[in-house]
């Protein structure tokens, strides 16, 4: 690192030059790159995303989208069979039909089939399959068309209402609003700037915003090629910039607070103190974005385009935040550094008084400390270990309004909410009508319809309609009972609750090889950073920890309700399927750039003292306000995102905002200090064998307080 900072400083103008003109291409293409985003969701190779696809070909509606349900319940005394009755419901969907001409629609109107009626006779639904547009709020537009058509329509007196997993959604106030990706940005930056202000206390504030301004453009630079190659999804817009913008000031905050720290070093140039400042907290920066490539991993090797698309965007991020941190900032350093850095002031010549008390709090309680913190991680482990996996229930989406009415219509009739995610299934060869019928038997199916009018091209169509939620355990339960069915033809089976299922088993099935894979890559290369097993051991336990507190968080928040009203939503039931590998795979590199930071300068305070406690405390006390500075920072970022519309984006910022929270503070600040503590000198040993593999001095254990060193190999 020394070598690459000499080179920088030696070629300003290039350096500078090539950033410049990198930076005008990359504002440039911010526009273009956000136009060619992908708006579909695939799962390659299994049968839900296939079969909805071949749905959606032949028939132009249906397939990756849940239908919208038209419900009627007749007052007392009046059933499907009175008078008048069918002619007036089949008035009713012929409005619809206007408002949606691509759409598919069955009822007990149009079929007579009386899966479509409750027991009683009284309340009766219809399925208005719409066209897959793709999207995080594809069908809410057709949810509102619906209800706009229906507005006044009676059956039997009674009003006819909209239900549907989306009609629900747009009664949810967070599902359309939200601070768009730039307004949140600026929001996030200015909340930045506040915290460098108080860190910095001089106008050296904005040099770390001002590489988070080059660096968040430049990945959308890299970021529009890719988008000729491969579907990226849309999502990574917000995951750019939000997160672009948490971890490019972190990186660049950790070289600038060394830099001023050895700037006040007696008898130190400030080139000297730029080069001292990149070989200790350039090379933490370095290890930490490799870090965060090798967790993102994760989504790289996971089957699923958008979620591949979604780790390269974070693996671009970090690499790019790196380079600008390693390259540019050195050289602003080097030139307008001193000018900004006004006016100065000497905290960052010595560690933080209240973070050095504290961490010899920590050192003398380092046995109830531990306790301590072990204790509220368990209780956030113990929830996340309650974890259900599917689309928020449709019992949650919305708790007032027209469509919830119609809800609660079908439930209270004893029909449930089967018909809001029910599965399609597509018979290529074989009797429609025989393949209902024995999809009907199967345990958990409230019934199976075939109508007459949804055949095409040597096809026809199955809708089978669960007793349960189809996004649910109960629904996925069904779900293989009726692929596990002995039918007469070929069929398969599709629908938004089937490919739904299909997601989950695909990015879960290795999902525990790929956590040891990646932890194992993690544990040798912070080895050969550390210079220690015990170390980066330790390290990775506790980042993996850190992440099953954070699910647990987002257990007790949304699946379980315990604070989601402070935006309006109703407890979920479920977590979405994708939701905790997006938390490991940011989580998990994000909080090891803590780790990395404050274990190397354990490291460094060791091999001057060979005393623990005062690495611990020299450590803690070093970076505990550099730490929590770049964890609010990342947290303000995420609030940022918290902003954007849907439950998917607030659970998402969630997690890992409180992850990080979580992170800086009982596991950074009181549990991995404890632990330094309690194992003392065998933090620091690596035998001969291994350094000569990583390459490394190998690190022999040295008594604490001044005793003689045990050679150990």
Do not use: C
């Not at 290890?287 to 089957?303: D, E, N, Y």
């Not at 879960?508 to 170390?535: D, E, V």
């Not at 609030?639 to 503070?665: H, N, Y």
């Amino acid at each position: 690192m020394p070598a690459l900072a000499r080179w920088v400083l030696r070629h300003k103008r290039l350096v500078v030059g090539f950033w410049v003109a990198v930076s005008i291409a990359a504002f440039a293409a911010i526009g273009p790159a956000g136009k060619s985003l992908s708006q579909q969701f695939s799962v390659p190779g299994r049968e839900g995303f296939q079969t909805n696809q071949q749905i959606a070909a032949i028939y132009g509606s249906g397939g990756d989208v849940a239908p919208l349900v038209p419900v009627v319940q007749l007052p007392k005394g009046t059933t499907v069979d009175s008078p008048g009755v069918k002619s007036q419901l089949t008035s009713a969907l012929a409005r619809v039909k206007a408002a949606l001409p691509k759409a598919r629609i069955a009822s007990y109107a149009s079929t007579g089939d009386r899966a479509f009626v409750s027991a009683d006779g009284r309340t009766t639904f219809a399925l208005v399959d719409i066209p897959a547009r793709g999207g995080v709020d594809q069908g809410q537009s057709e949810a509102r068309l619906a209800q706009k058509a229906l507005a006044g329509a009676t059956v039997g007196g009674a009003s006819v209402r909209v239900t549907g997993l989306d009609a629900l959604a747009t009664g949810n106030d967070t599902k359309g609003t939200g601070t768009g990706v730039l307004l949140g940005t600026l929001l996030a930056a200015l909340g930045a700037l506040l915290v460098l202000a108080f860190v910095f206390r001089s106008f050296t504030a904005v040099i770390p915003l001002l590489m988070a301004v080059v660096a968040i453009p430049t990945t959308f630079l890299l970021i529009w090629p890719l988008t000729s190659i491969t579907d990226v999804s849309v999502i990574v817009q917000f995951l750019v910039a939000l997160i672009g913008l948490g971890i490019a000031i972190d990186y660049a905050l950790l070289i600038v607070v060394r830099w001023r720290e050895e700037r006040q070093q007696p008898g130190t140039t400030n080139a000297q103190a730029v080069e001292n400042a990149m070989q200790h907290a350039g090379s933490a920066v370095v290890f930490s974005g490799t870090t965060v490539g090798i967790s993102l991993l994760a989504l790289l090797v996971v089957p699923i385009p958008a979620l591949r698309s979604i780790g390269i965007a974070g693996l671009l991020i970090a690499l790019v935040s790196v380079a600008v941190a390693v390259t540019l900032l050195p050289v602003v350093l080097a030139t307008v550094g001193p000018k900004v850095d006004w006016p100065r002031n000497q905290r960052d010549a010595r560690p933080s008084h209240a973070w050095s008390s504290w961490a010899q709090l920590v050192v003398r309680h380092r046995w109830l400390a531990a306790a301590a913190s072990v204790a509220v991680l368990g209780a956030l482990v113990l929830a996340a270990s309650t974890i259900q996996f599917g689309n928020p229930r449709a019992t949650s989406l919305a708790q007032r309004g027209p469509a919830r009415i119609a809800l609660d219509n079908l439930t209270d009739s004893g029909i449930g909410t089967g018909p809001l995610s029910p599965f399609d299934a597509l018979v290529s060869a074989g009797d429609p009508a025989g393949v209902a019928k024995t999809f009907a038997t199967v345990d958990g199916v409230r019934a199976a319809v075939a109508p007459a009018d949804w055949r095409q091209r040597g096809t026809a169509l199955v809708t089978v309609i669960p007793n349960e939620d189809g996004n649910s355990p109960a629904g996925r339960a069904i779900l293989d009972r009726l692929r596990g069915s002995t039918v007469n033809g070929e069929v398969a089976i599709g629908g938004e609750a089937a490919q739904g299922a299909d997601f989950l088993d695909a990015v879960y099935s290795n999902f525990p090889l790929l956590i040891l894979l990646i932890s194992g890559l993690t544990f040798l290369l912070l080895a050969r950073a550390f210079r220690s097993l015990m170390l980066p051991l330790k390290a990775v336990l506790l980042n993996l920890l850190s992440v099953a507190a954070s699910w647990g968080l987002l257990v007790l928040v949304f699946q379980h309700g315990f604070g989601s009203g402070i935006w309006g939503i109703a407890p979920t039931r479920a977590i979405n399927v994708e939701m905790p590998i997006f938390v490991f795979a940011f989580l998990f590199g994000i909080s090891m750039d803590y780790q990395v930071f404050i274990i190397s300068r354990m490291r460094e305070a060791y091999d001057r003292t060979k005393s623990t406690p005062t690495a611990v405390v020299e450590g803690v006390g070093r970076t505990g306000r550099l730490v929590t500075s770049a964890a609010l920072i990342l947290g303000l970022a995420f609030v940022a995102f918290s902003a954007q519309p849907g439950t998917e984006a607030k659970m998402f910022a969630t997690a890992l905002g409180g992850g990080i929270l979580i992170d800086a503070t009982i596991i950074r600040g009181l549990l991995a200090p404890a632990l330094v503590a309690i194992l003392g000198r065998w933090n620091w040993w690596l035998p001969a064998w291994p350094a000569r593999m990583l390459r490394v001095e190998a690190s022999p254990i040295h008594a604490d307080h001044g005793e003689p060193a045990i050679q150990t190999t």
